[in-house]
């Protein structure tokens, strides 16, 4: 009996060790990739927006909101190469008065484990007229990496068309939740050039004159570590147009950042995936590795004894 005892405690141990490799190494891998179905809604709040108003031809005082709506393009996404998925956002800027101040759609493709840009599946982003735009994108675009570092990463910024560094700063707690703060600085930067009348640029004559247009931020981002995941985000944006070096007209002067709502629903949900993630990588697997551990030794300890037993 006490042999059919041990040989059970045997298997119940060699179980365990078996079932923290697969939590490990398979379950963990399944759950950490972003979602090829993703449907999502964050929404950014900017008060006392100063802002060029093309109507009136004036600065004026507003409060805008960006409503930005991501979806996964599973079609696309199956057809992309391993571990690659494929989203669209649509994002739309609206002002107190309903006006719509800016509109783009955006299809980006990347990793769904590290969130690195991948040049693969017709990527685009669309200009002023609508029009769609081929884009060759760099660096992380809309997350981090699943167990994201405390270190330096390249974030693609639109605006620029180009990956700028983003610095680790300091954990911060955002509602009770631990993230990773980072943060962006963008200088102010040419990013294109306008005909522009004469007589708003401060200049004599008519017609038109070619002026610059520059952008400048100060992206901060609170990512939650284990999903990789931006849970609270905020802008300080800066637009100008400048002429023979002066900046004449302010067109944008906003500091944005995700709503209460889309922070505490980021919160929730992605605070419990972070749970469940460091069970199966960590907890769980450590766990059964030493009781299965404990369990086996115990058992090859009492078959040797009974051996032993035997031979005297």
């Known amino acids: 009996m006490r042999g059919k005892a041990t040989q059970i405690l045997l298997g119940v141990g060699i179980f365990m060790l078996v079932t923290a490799g697969l939590l490990r190494f398979y379950a963990y891998d399944q759950l950490a990739v972003a979602p090829i179905d993703q449907n999502s809604i964050n929404t950014l709040v900017g008060p006392d927006a100063n802002v060029f108003d093309t109507g009136s031809l004036e600065n004026i005082t507003t409060n805008l909101t960006t409503t930005a709506k991501t979806v996964g393009l599973v079609k696309a996404t199956e057809k992309a190469p391993d571990d690659v998925v494929v989203w669209e956002t649509t994002t739309s800027t609206k002002s107190d008065d309903g006006v719509v101040r800016s509109r783009s759609v955006e299809r980006i493709a990347f990793n769904a484990h590290t969130g690195e ?50 610095k680790y700063v300091k954990e911060e707690e955002v509602k009770g939740l631990n993230t990773y703060k980072f943060e962006q600085t963008i200088e102010p930067t040419v990013v294109g050039t306008q005909d522009v009348p004469a007589s708003l640029l401060g200049e004599e004559g008519e017609g038109n004159l070619e002026a610059e247009m520059t952008y400048s931020n100060i992206r901060t981002l609170w990512v939650e570590p284990r999903t990789g995941v931006v849970i609270k985000r905020t802008e300080q944006q800066h637009n100008t147009i400048r002429y023979d070096g002066e900046d004449r007209i302010v067109t944008t002067d906003v500091t944005t950042g995700f709503d209460n709502k889309t922070i505490q629903d980021n919160v929730d949900t992605y605070g419990s995936l972070s749970t469940m993630l460091f069970l199966l990588r960590t907890l769980l697997p450590l766990l059964l590795l030493l009781v299965g551990l404990a369990l086996v030794g115990f058992a090859v300890v009492r078959m040797r004894s009974r051996g032993e037993h035997a031979e005297a």
């Open 117 to 166: 840009a991948v040049n693969c599946c017709d990527e685009y982003q669309s200009d002023t007229e609508g029009t769609n735009v081929l884009v060759k994108r760099k660096g992380l675009l809309v997350k981090f990496p699943f167990n994201t570092e405390k270190k330096t990463y390249d974030w693609w910024d639109a605006d620029l068309g180009e990956a700028v560094p983003i």
